[in-house]
């Protein structure tokens, strides 16, 4: 495994001060880090408490106790400082290491709260306002306003309010949550990415952002506010049932388990003649989606039988033949083991003093420009001195920038074409343009994005159902949209010549159409030397598995991070209905940050080929760590936290309503063994440490479940966030609609579209100067804006347009494949 030469990293250079706690803070640094930044990660002297997360190992000889492997992977290549925050004396160096920063990213706010940003950590110990500043990103719990503002936080608690957790579990509950490191994941991408963006625009001057954890774990589930619109919503419908579409779960097989993923009749009749039972491929009962949910205890019952005794790659092979969704669920010892990930180098060393473990690798695959392959981690306070000599801070304005004085976006004047569908390519596409960038996406008159609707009827066309979609609706604002059939020559030039007038592209097609059309890379960049192309099919390309169908639910069974989700006697657990689409998303919009970064400072472009399900391999450093660090993994343990306690989600007074608790420090016991009156716990000074609650839990749960019971999750709430502690409901997604936090922040937005009047979107989850980013025009139409593109970068005339509409090599109506 050769590294890339550290000399071309991407962010080479650059200079990042990471202060603060938390999954979403260090891997946002992680992000930097790997891909050449010199990171600062400021700790305290006791260390970042994720220092102490499992898996555990003893790293050094000189070192007492174990340390975690989980938090050296998140930290490779980063430099450590201690340092004090709270202390005013440390704050004099700090703030001038600040100075000498290109960029912070702060997340002081999610143990200090959000008073601590009315002063940035660089303007500490100034005479007077400082005229220039680095650029920042601040990390808070729920924004730096409306009625949460000041409310404790967690990643659990975050997930649980925006939505992410009630849909999943057994139907009488509990929801079931996953790891917190998933929802640091996502909040470290969205950090990163609002940070890099503000470096690639930096001569505009700095920026400052403030991020909200609650409204990035909400775009998690972006797609079900949008189903709640449209009233296709459904209740939880149990463990691994999701959505308006039946089987899509998870299955034993006769040495391990499958996953499957049936979206359409067509992949049903494979699924049929996969099992030879072609008898239910035209059985009315099964003939969409909906309908095979209503019978999905009857289904669930024919694949238990059809599968138990075939062995696991036996019935993956036959179900991918008949161009079936269907992938192995592995264990972290199968997924280590497998050719596809060896071949691709998805798994990395990690070092830490004198531990050697493999952890997954960054899936944004730049070549040259990185990630670096692994790395080492440093210990706690190793570049204190280094950083607190005042040689180091001299001339610590060079760094530093006048804050923007413009309302221009930091990607203004990137070109990007959209040719992506459904939810991940959209998704990222969609981050772009809220940043600035034109985004133009392309579909076809006669195969529009599949987030439009795939039940092809008359009544498709007839009514154009395909216009009143708010999956669609949700993905696509601020961008312009093309319809061209590429699969015309015409077309196809036309597409090309847009190629040579823009930047970049973003392509999630399975990875044998570009080919089929003659629009694969090698095509393009003759056409475009320059281009940066971003592919991001769900297992890459160029390998075995690459021609795999898969949706969002394929990539979290792929990744193996089911098995290690849900209740400890319940069968392996997904977490939602498309869960691989918006980490898919995420992923992808770093990469092209990146890759318009590399493009800007070498001139050239660039083809990245990103494998959707690496993203997801991500979520699995836990287990995966373990796996490689001890050769097993633990149990499930269900909604319990590997350090907290009491942790997890609690029944109050009305039926399904849940509670999340989880507590965190002693002072957040004591608290809440003075609100509950139980001074036994107070006085038990074997309760007082984590440890020794850990080892109670199944005592304090039952007796919090009991004090939960007696009161409405609204008071339970106010009672527990009045006291000073980290809890929250777990809301359903009408709630997260109707949330008076996010009212009141403006974060839901009404936009008029034609077709059906009206539609709710979301707004940024990152803010400047108390504003998301603007929303400049809706979803659009199909082909809503092709002539006025195509005249004004092609140079079209309207009588060339019209007959390229008369054509139907052009057109704004969706018609049937010919």
């Known amino acids: 495994m050769e590294q890339p030469d550290i000399e071309q990293l991407a962010l080479k250079g650059v200079r990042v001060l990471e202060i603060g706690q938390g999954a979403g803070l260090a891997y946002a640094g992680k992000v930097f880090a790997d891909f050449g930044a010199?990171?600062?990660?400021?700790?305290?002297?006791?260390?970042?408490?994720?220092?102490?997360?499992?898996?555990?190992?003893?790293?050094?000889?000189?070192?007492?106790?174990?340390?975690?492997?989980?938090?050296?992977?998140?930290?490779?290549?980063?430099?450590?400082?201690?340092?004090?925050?709270?202390?005013?004396?440390?704050?004099?160096?700090?703030?001038?290491?600040?100075?000498?920063?290109?960029?912070?990213?702060?997340?002081?706010?999610?143990?200090?709260?959000?008073?601590?940003?009315?002063?940035?950590?660089?303007?500490?110990?100034?005479?007077?306002?400082?005229?220039?500043?680095?650029?920042?990103?601040?990390?808070?719990?729920?924004?730096?306003?409306?009625?949460?503002?000041?409310?404790?936080?967690?990643?659990?608690?975050?997930?649980?309010?925006?939505?992410?957790?009630?849909?999943?579990?057994?139907?009488?509950?509990?929801?079931?949550?996953?790891?917190?490191?998933?929802?640091?994941?996502?909040?470290?991408?969205?950090?990163?990415?609002?940070?890099?963006?503000?470096?690639?625009?930096?001569?505009?001057?700095?920026?400052r952002y403030v991020l909200s954890v609650l409204e990035t774990v909400f775009s998690m589930v972006e797609m079900e506010a949008a189903m709640v619109q449209d009233k296709r919503h459904s209740p939880r419908r149990g463990v691994n049932r999701f959505g308006i579409t039946h089987p899509a779960g998870i299955y034993q097989t006769s040495d391990g388990w499958i996953g499957t993923f049936t979206n359409t009749l067509a992949q049903w009749t494979g699924l049929c003649t996969a099992i030879d039972r072609l008898d239910l491929a035209n059985d009315p009962r099964f003939a969409t989606g909906a309908e095979r949910m209503q019978h999905a205890d009857l289904i669930d019952e024919l694949l238990t039988d059809a599968f138990i005794n075939r062995s696991t790659q036996e019935l993956v092979a036959s179900l991918t033949a008949e161009k079936f969704p269907a992938v192995i669920v592995p264990t972290m010892e199968q997924l280590l083991a497998q050719a596809v990930h060896r071949e691709r180098n998805a798994f990395v060393p990690i070092k830490f003093g004198d531990v050697r473990v493999e952890g997954p690798v960054l899936p944004q695959r730049l070549g040259a420009p990185g990630p670096l392959l692994g790395g080492s981690v440093p210990t706690l306070g190793l570049d204190t001195d280094y950083y607190k000599n005042a040689a180091t801070t001299e001339g610590s304005l060079l760094r530093n920038r006048f804050p923007a004085a413009t309302k221009k976006l930091p990607l203004e004047g990137l070109r990007v074409i959209d040719l992506s569908m459904g939810w991940a390519g959209p998704f990222a596409s969609r981050k772009l343009a809220d940043l600035g960038a034109e985004v133009?996406?392309?579909?076809?008159?006669?195969?529009?994005?599949?987030?439009?609707?795939?039940?092809?009827?008359?009544?498709?066309?007839?009514?154009?159902?395909?216009?009143?979609?708010?999956?669609?609706?949700?993905?696509?604002?601020?961008?312009?949209?093309?319809?061209?059939?590429?699969?015309?020559?015409?077309?196809?030039?036309?597409?090309?010549?847009?190629?040579?007038?823009?930047?970049?592209?973003?392509?999630?097609?399975?990875?044998?159409?570009?080919?089929?059309?003659?629009?694969?890379?090698?095509?393009?960049?003759?056409?475009?030397p320059d281009l940066l192309m971003l592919s991001m099919p769900a297992f890459g390309l160029g390998n075995a598995w690459s021609n795999t169908r898969a949706y969002?639910?394929?990539?979290?069974?792929?990744?193996?991070?089911?098995?290690?989700?849900?209740?400890?006697?319940?069968?392996?657990?997904?977490?939602?209905?498309?869960?691989g689409d918006p980490n898919g998303g995420l992923n992808a919009t770093a990469a092209m940050l990146l890759g318009t970064l590399v493009k800007r400072e070498t001139g050239k472009g660039r083809h990245i080929n990103m494998s959707q399900v690496e993203g997801m391999l991500t979520l699995t450093a836990p287990f995966m760590l373990e796996q490689s660090l001890t050769g097993q993994v633990s149990k499930r343990q269900g909604n319990r936290h590997p350090v907290r306690a009491p942790h997890g989600i609690y029944?109050?007074?009305?039926?399904?309503?849940?509670?999340?608790?989880?507590?965190?420090?002693?002072?957040?016991?004591?608290?809440?063994?003075?609100?509950?009156?139980?001074?036994?716990?107070?006085?038990?000074?074997?309760?007082?440490?984590?440890?020794?609650?850990?080892?109670?839990?199944?005592?304090?749960?039952?007796?919090?479940?009991?004090?939960?019971?007696?009161?409405?999750?609204?008071?339970?709430?106010?009672?527990?966030?009045?006291a000073g502690i980290s809890a929250g409901p777990v809301q359903t997604l009408t709630q997260?609609?109707?949330?008076?936090?996010?009212?009141?922040?403006?974060?839901?937005?009404?936009?008029?579209?034609?077709?059906i009047g009206h539609y709710i979107s979301s707004t940024t989850y990152f803010r400047l100067n108390g504003e998301p980013m603007p929303i400049n025009k809706p979803a659009p139409t199909l082909g809503e804006h092709t002539n006025e593109v195509l005249q004004r970068l092609l140079g079209l005339s309207p009588d060339e347009c019209a007959r390229l509409e008369a054509e139907r090599v052009i057109g704004t109506e969706a018609y049937p494949k010919q």
């Open 38 to 207: 010199e990171v600062i990660k400021v700790e305290s002297g006791a260390g970042d408490p994720w220092r102490h997360m499992p898996p555990l190992a003893k790293t050094h000889a000189d070192v007492t106790g174990p340390e975690s492997v989980l938090f050296a992977w998140m930290n490779t290549n980063k430099r450590s400082v201690a340092a004090d925050v709270l202390d005013a004396r440390e704050h004099t160096w700090l703030a001038k290491l600040a100075r000498t920063c290109d960029i912070v990213i702060d997340a002081r706010a999610l143990t200090q709260g959000v008073d601590v940003l009315k002063q940035p950590i660089w303007s500490y110990n100034t005479s007077s306002p400082l005229a220039q500043c680095p650029i920042e990103v601040d990390i808070t719990w729920f924004g730096d306003s409306g009625p949460y503002r000041d409310y404790v936080g967690s990643d659990a608690v975050c997930r649980a309010m925006a939505g992410a957790v009630h849909g999943s579990g057994p139907v009488d509950g509990p929801p079931h949550m996953p790891h917190d490191l998933q929802a640091g994941i996502a909040v470290g991408l969205a950090t990163f990415s609002v940070a890099l963006a503000a470096w690639i625009g930096r001569e505009d001057g700095s920026r």
């Open 440 to 528: 133009i996406k392309i579909e076809s008159p006669s195969y529009p994005d599949w987030w439009r609707g795939t039940n092809y009827t008359q009544e498709f066309y007839r009514d154009k159902v395909y216009e009143k979609n708010n999956n669609f609706n949700l993905m696509n604002r601020n961008k312009s949209g093309l319809a061209i059939d590429l699969t015309k020559s015409e077309g196809k030039q036309l597409f090309i010549d847009l190629i040579k007038q823009s930047d970049a592209l973003i392509e999630n097609y399975s990875a044998e159409v570009l080919p089929k059309l003659g629009l694969d890379y090698g095509v393009l960049s003759r056409a475009n």
């Open 552 to 579: 969002g639910g394929t990539l979290e069974q792929a990744s193996g991070l089911p098995l290690y989700t849900g209740h400890p006697d319940g069968p392996p657990a997904m977490t939602s209905y498309a869960y």
């Open 651 to 722: 029944p109050c007074s009305a039926k399904d309503t849940w509670l999340v608790l989880s507590i965190a420090s002693e002072n957040e016991w004591r608290s809440l063994c003075r609100l509950m009156g139980k001074k036994d716990w107070l006085h038990d000074s074997a309760l007082l440490s984590s440890a020794g609650r850990l080892a109670r839990q199944n005592m304090l749960d039952t007796t919090i479940a009991a004090w939960c019971r007696q009161h409405s999750v609204e008071d339970v709430v106010t009672m527990l966030q009045q």
């Open 736 to 755: 997260v609609l109707e949330d008076p936090h996010l009212n009141a922040r403006g974060f839901w937005r009404k936009l008029a579209r034609e077709h």
